[in-house]
């Protein structure tokens, strides 16, 4: 076994591994030193363009809470843009790292280090948007967990808030197999990201870097209209899902999905 896997700690059958609160030890710090050399910041911006940035400001939104900071691309790039920003991640490693990422261009990352299912008890006040961006929601392992984490999401928008959340394409790698463009989102050369194994409760994709070492993620794989489903079922009431940043794609072919769901009431659901 790769030592970098032992360090992720996860046990003698790491398939059965599908547990919720284990993203930190998958995030550990050698993990997080590679990140950014997993999705190549420029190239990501390039890619995903002005995308997140035109969907905020078309919704009037300024005070942006990113719950998934990671090392912080799309924090510092909405602080570049001139939204107040505050950045949320459970995992400490990740935030310091979006500090010191924030600090080498000049900013000041507003962090709080924050479980989703327990968010409102240490974030307060109210946000025209959230972001949970770079196939996130996708470690949350059990229903509860993913509605507790969305209602707490609703709970900290303001009442015409919009939540605006990612995912892979899993329908795709359940139903038809694995295949990505490596365009959008991990945009890093020479590095191998694949699916080493994948049922319905579980995708373990395995990240290889060019200097051989090896990390894994165990994650949940995410259904795009259970996603939408469970959305509207926490109260959102209009939920539009881009592919690939497009209002229109045929289904298998996006490898990224993008929810974005508002709440503010619409009369015309009734
Ligand atoms: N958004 C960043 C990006 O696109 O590069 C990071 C994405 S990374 C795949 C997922 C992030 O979600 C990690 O930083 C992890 O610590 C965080 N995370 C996972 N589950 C969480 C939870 N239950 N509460 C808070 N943060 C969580």
């Known amino acids: 076994m790769a030592a970098t896997q032992q360090e992720q700690e996860f046990g003698s059958d790491p398939t059965a591994c599908r547990d919720t609160g284990h993203y930190k030890h998958e995030y550990n710090e050698g993990f997080v030193d590679k990140w950014d050399e997993l999705i190549d910041w420029e190239s990501r911006a390039k890619s995903e363009g002005d995308f997140f940035i035109d969907l905020l400001r078309e919704r009037g939104a300024k005070k942006v809470l990113d719950v998934a900071t990671g090392t912080g691309f799309h924090s510092v790039r909405l602080i570049e843009a001139g939204f107040e920003v505050v950045s949320c991640d459970g995992s400490p490693e990740m935030l310091a790292k979006a500090f010191e990422n924030g600090r080498q261009r000049g900013h000041i990352v507003r962090t709080v280090q924050v479980d989703w299912r327990w ?33 707490e999401f609703y709970a900290t928008l303001k009442h015409d808030g919009v939540l605006i959340l990612d995912q892979r394409n899993y329908d795709a790698i359940l139903d038809v197999g694995y295949s990505s463009k490596h365009t959008y989102y991990y945009c890093g050369d020479n590095i191998s990201v694949y699916p080493e194994h994948v049922d319905d409760g579980l995708a373990r994709f395995k990240y290889d870097f060019p200097d051989k070492s090896t990390y894994y993620l165990n994650m949940f794989p995410l259904r795009k209209d259970y996603v939408r489903r469970l959305l509207g079922e926490v109260g959102f009431q209009h939920i539009e899902t881009y592919g690939d940043f497009q209002e229109t794609y045929r289904e298998a072919e996006p490898d990224f999905f993008v929810h974005v769901a508002e709440k503010s009431y619409r009369e015309d659901l009734e």
């Open 119 to 151: 968010l409102n008890r240490d974030v307060h006040g109210h946000y025209d948007a959230i972001i949970c961006l770079g196939n996130s929601f996708t470690h949350l392992f059990s229903e509860n967990d993913r509605r507790k984490a969305l209602a």
